[in-house]
């Protein structure tokens, strides 16, 4: 792995004008994990730490993206006929078909000779489907083959990134290689320079939205500094990004000099037991923070399920902290139960209260939290506060079109999630800033 100071040196050079001539963070060796950020004088809470622009971006073409997204300009296309006009067979809109930009990328693909669209049913998971309207492997394999048209000192930088080996990475290899005729499997070099840059994007690379009009699309994009800084839970800093093509990270508490700058690789608000198997599945490592060590979470007890002993109203919490199966204790009869069976119950309200979020208005779904989940789960538990969440984003988007009880219910919802941030000391973070609207 490249020392901190060759990985500084190669930021900088991405950086170009976003560098500050005094910048008040530095990379340097972490005792979390390989590489990191670093305070190089007091910071203080909602300062700005850094702005960047990706190396690279890409469609993430995942289940349920819109394809006929351009993957140059990402605006939405007609529903038919909106392959490359040059047969490279990407959703490409025809003025950005004839740019610098795409034309290498159209000529390599041309070259590999994408299969028949007919052919690509037989590969996708639903074989009676019809044929895809465009191949989902090749666009989500477009933001690696990016990375080979990127310059000396760029492919550098992604060459310095940590790349976890992850033996699933290869199946986004397996099926983008199946998807031309031909695809170059046979050279060597060429294969483990891309395992590699699919295991750099897999372990760097964020989801940012961007908004082009009323269409909006999540891009598959390489900040490398941003993605420099390490994982704490409840983190000392945020970011955000500006419509895909900038990320802005700010101190969301005072960071003192020589400290590590941290980020979040997950939601702020779900339970201890929720990150750590999210972590554990993708990004592979058990996290030590000191969130991660206190099973009432900061007095959040986002975890908590009901207490299943006749006459009990208590509730239970996990035992022990950072295994992803513990036993869990109710904190007023003691009673034990092993993990499996609060597991049920965690799925269940799981399950019930995200198929409300799906299926619900805001009016039903403002009735189905009061008065129906709490007889079933506390209201600190973190699938519960996410359908809050869930309701505070819909009434955001259509502003105007609520009773005035139901803007009650809202503003309550509001003020009990910055209530458990409180708690959390998750200081000026992002998801404060979206909901108190300070953010558009
Ligand atoms: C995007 S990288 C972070 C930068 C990395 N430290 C480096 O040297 O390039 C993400 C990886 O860093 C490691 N990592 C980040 N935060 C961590 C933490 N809190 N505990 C353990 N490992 C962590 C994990 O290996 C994770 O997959």
Known sequence: MATPDELARLVAIHLRDLQDSEPNWTVAHSDVAGR?????RDIAAGELLFRECPLVVGPTARKGSILNTCVCCHK???????????????????????????REECELFQRWQPVELSQLAQMCADKNSDPPLVNPYSLRILTAVRVFFLKPDQRALVNAMQANAERGYRQEIIKAAQSFRKFPTTDKSFMDNLFRIVGVLNTNAFEAPCRIGEHETLLRGLFPLTAIMNHECTPNASHYFDNGHLAVVRAARPIP??????????KILWSNLT?????KMTKHFICECARCNDNTENGTY????????????GIVIPVQSKILQPDWRCTSCETVAPHAKMARYQDFALNTINNRINTSTVHELITFINEMCPRFCPPSNYVLVEAKLNVIWRMSRFKGEFSEEEMQHRDRYRDEILEIMEKLGAGDCTLKKLITNEIP
């Open 257 to 266: 000099k020589g400290a590590e700058i941290t980020t979040t690789y997950t």
């Open 76 to 102: 939405l296309l007609a529903v038919k006929d909106f392959l490359c006009k040059h047969n490279c067979m990407l959703p490409v809109c025809d003025a950005c078909a004839d740019t610098v930009e795409h």
């Open 275 to 279: 990150r750590g198997i999210f972590l």
């Open 302 to 313: 986002l975890s908590a399920l009901f207490c299943r002993e006749q006459g009990c109203k």
């Open 36 to 40: 990191g950020v670093f305070a190089t």
